[in-house]
């Protein structure tokens, strides 16, 4: 409800527009008009009316609002569905339960706040109300269900430049999956796969951005080593803006993955905000903890590695970094 007159008052960029322009636009009454206008109000739009020049808006609440979203992106994308829960155990939960009753690739859940997000080896996501942003976005790719891990990577990158494009702060990545701001990580990927032997049926991509949560929003635990985009810009971003600008990015980089089957193309978006080549790193890889150089990442999201005392590199599918050379 109020979408349609929500946009009219947006194209107006913050000029008034008349209460008989908007009806008109509308096909509905004054007195119905006035009536979206308190509904908009009430979810947090302000909005000044005037008797004799109309109405106009003055400023946005920090909601992310399917219809917003949607009009937000271009007519021809693949993001078509929308689900928005002010609470939800986990956005990513929430989505597998929707691709398993057949949503359509592109749908995209989102929450305002997370019960039980969930983290990559089974940790939590600290997911407090109001300020981050909790997205899953359902996806069904042609691909083989080996090459599904993939897509975290491009989902890395394209989550690095919609942050940048949004908010003008580099960003920087950290093998497998993770997006730092400075030396601490304000962002991580978790993907879940549902998969035949041969194809896959749904892939999950979960997407935590921390933005407006100050230190204290933090637990202790994890204040030496989580950031959010607020705390290095030193301003509040309106979530929808970051979110918007990270969709319009993966589309496009979805495609291209999807017709040049490697991430080839991202590599030099990759290396360029890459925070462990030619670093030193702790590196465990399934029970073993081993020390040597991360060498960079390959087309296929692999790690390139030189373990201390070897000449040669060796490629890690998966492992986690547990100390890197800041
Ligand atoms: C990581 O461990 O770095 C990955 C974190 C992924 C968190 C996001 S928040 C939205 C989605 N829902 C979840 O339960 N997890 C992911």
Known sequence: MGEELRQILERHDGRFVSGEEISRALGKTRAAVWKQVQGLRKRGYSIEGTRGEGYRLVGKPDLVEPGELSSRLPPETIFRAFEHFPVTDSTNSRATGLAEKGAPEGTVVTADEQTSGRGRMGRRWVSPPGLNLYVSLLLRPPIEPVRAPQMTMLTAVALAEGVEDACNVPVRLKWPNDLYLDDRKCAGILAEMSADPDRVRHVVIGVGLNVNGTENDFPEELRERATSLRILAGRTFRRIDVLAAFLARFERA?????????????????????????????????????????????????LRFLRDGSREEESVCSGEILEFER
Do not use: C, K, M, N
């Open 254 to 302: 979805y495609a291209t993955f999807l017709s040049e089957g490697s991430l080839r193309s991202f590599l030099p978006a990759w290396e360029r905000r890459s925070l462990l080549t030619g670093r030193r790193v702790l590196l465990r890889i399934r029970d073993e903890e081993v020390r040597g150089t991360a060498a960079g990442v390959d087309e296929t999201g692999t």
